[in-house]
């Protein structure tokens, strides 16, 4: 891919995986070398919800929910094969393949590397990620892929809103056979939490900013002054996780690994099953690239806080979705280098 197209990618966005390793590191060397620091920020907590990373996470998505412009929904029937592949595969094809693939490894590959709880609460992790396409970070790798823009914006804003409607119900599924018990109560309160109050706040500060101000200076002048807050908010969040972390990571490191690998097998399979879809249906390049980027990338912002919110900082599943961003980044470049150099396949 040459270089003007990673020029494209913001320096924190362009080196997102050695950021989080360092953040992995750091929290864990805080977790075992000053203890009293995530022991006083534990303390902060409502409903089992960690008021410090709730606040980071936040910082997170509230700036990423402003970037979408909902009106573009009216726009829905414009490119209506390309929307029809992107819902298909993230919430009818997406989820359940993770759950079998994660399956699979957790508690079958590598039974005699993880005990069945762990493994139990990695597959939860692992579902959760599954559960949650990607909104923001969408509109880099489509930019990547010289993708359309009123389709990848139109695309992100519908995946939003059936978060809202079918993320409870098919975590609850997924969980609810994989043996784990989730109030409802809770999993409605975490979205409420980190998605109903961002995106609403999002979609208010856009309509007052461009009644005031107009759409250019919003977008040219104001969303400007936020593109570095979600990465710093992802990266303080990282390092507290991984401060809470810290025992379960330094007793099993092979498990970074050992969870990593289900994740990425899982992206390929997803971009592969959208992108290929697309080129059977003769879309063109730039809806296909989008199409196939949604659903192998994930929200991962949103998996982290619910798995915090459920389970706790220091679980396991919060580990399982925290692994989740360190792989996404080198992949979907690995796959917009693909997408790129298969354009020819497609008229």
Known sequence: MPDKKIESISFFQKYLTIWVALCMIGGILIG??????????????????????AILIWLM?????????FQSVKDVGKNPKGLY????????????????IAAFFFHILFKN??????????????????????????????????GNPAYTVVQVATNDLIILIAFVPIVKFLLGISNVVVPWNTLILS??????????GGILTRIIIVKNKGEKYFEKEFLPKFDNLTVIGLLLTLILLFAFQGDVIINNPLHILLIAIPLII??????????FLCKFLKLPHNV???????????????????AIALFGTISPAALATVVGVLVEVPVMLALVKFANSTKSWFK
Do not use: R
Request: neutral net charge; charged residues 10%; contains cysteine.
């Open 32 to 53: 075992k070398f000053l203890p009293a620091i995530p022991q006083y920020l534990n303390k902060f907590e409502y409903a089992k919800v960690s008021i410090p990373v």
């Open 61 to 69: 998505i509230y700036p990423m929910m402003m970037k979408v412009d």
């Open 85 to 100: 592949v992107t819902w298909i595969v993230n919430w009818l094809i997406k989820p359940f393949t993770m759950y079998g």
């Open 113 to 146: 590397f993880i005990a069945p709880d762990l493994a139990t609460e990695y597959l939860a992790g692992a579902v959760l990620l599954g559960a949650a396409p990607c909104t923001a970070m969408v509109f880099v790798w489509s930019h990547l892929t010289k």
């Open 191 to 200: 979205v409420i939490l980190f998605v109903v109050i961002p995106l609403t």
């Open 266 to 275: 899982q992206t390929f399979l997803i971009f592969f099953i959208a992108y």
């Open 288 to 306: 296909s690239a989008p199409a196939g980027m949604i659903g192998a990338s994930n929200f991962f912002e949103l998996s982290v806080a619910v």
